[in-house]
């Protein structure tokens, strides 16, 4: 086999490789591998927290805590508030709000509802359909929620950053209302839901997190995967480019 044909071979086979990887890496895993904890639902109390004051990349914000909150969950879409497109999180000054988690857990775990709909992200909104008519799959909406996730930590940021579909996920820290001030002034509240009963399409929580675990990430290999098939990829076009071209082409 001549080295040309290599070269497509390779070209070829990395872009099977890439749609493959990029197909999976955002699949659900069944319930029977899920994390026991996710048949629960969150633990929610009342909490003697004060309002604080923080300041994140010089915004002042404060953080009015509602609630205890612990929650463990399947996260079935995410948006990261750095993204470029997100312009409403930087129109309002908002450093705090790391990320948004929609998450499932409950009866949705336990009836396997949650692979049987399809999700998406606005820069604030998460929502869900589901074509299943099968009542014993019903989607449970009161088991869903949209978390837009608080943290001034560094540390806890950065995690948060390297949650994927399909993770699970543990959080803990409060329900909470917070405000952005812009010269001395409050530019604007936002404000937590505290039942996940709130419109019938699941709560949108409001959590500062305290504390934050991946019990068990999915996928990894698949997006181990789709790197090294974007670098193989990369090296077939630059192989191509450089062989010399076959004599009568």
Known sequence: ????????????????LMAVAFWREDSLPPPERLHAALSEEPLQGPTREKPFDTQVKGVD????????????????????????????HREWNDNLNIADFCVVWGENVRRDAYRRASYSHSQWECFWRTSSGDP???F???????NHLLTDDPAVARLLRQVRVGDEIRVRGFLADYTTFKDGRPAGT???????????EGACEVVWVKDME??????????VLFRVAAGLLLLGIVAWVLLPARLGD
């Open 214 to 223: 991946i019990l068990r990430a999915t996928n990894r290999l698949w997006r």
């Open 136 to 138: 014993a799959h019903a």
């Open 190 to 200: 936002r404000v937590t839901s505290v039942t996940r009963t709130d419109d019938g």
């Open 61 to 88: 914000y404060r953080i009015a805590p509602r609630h205890t909150y612990e929650l463990n969950g399947l996260v079935v879409s995410l948006h990261d508030s750095d993204t470029w497109w997100d312009y409403a």
């Open 1 to 16: 086999m001549d080295v040309h044909r290599l070269v497509n071979l390779l070209i070829l086979g990395s872009l099977l």
């Open 140 to 146: 449970d909406a009161t088991a869903f929620s949209n």
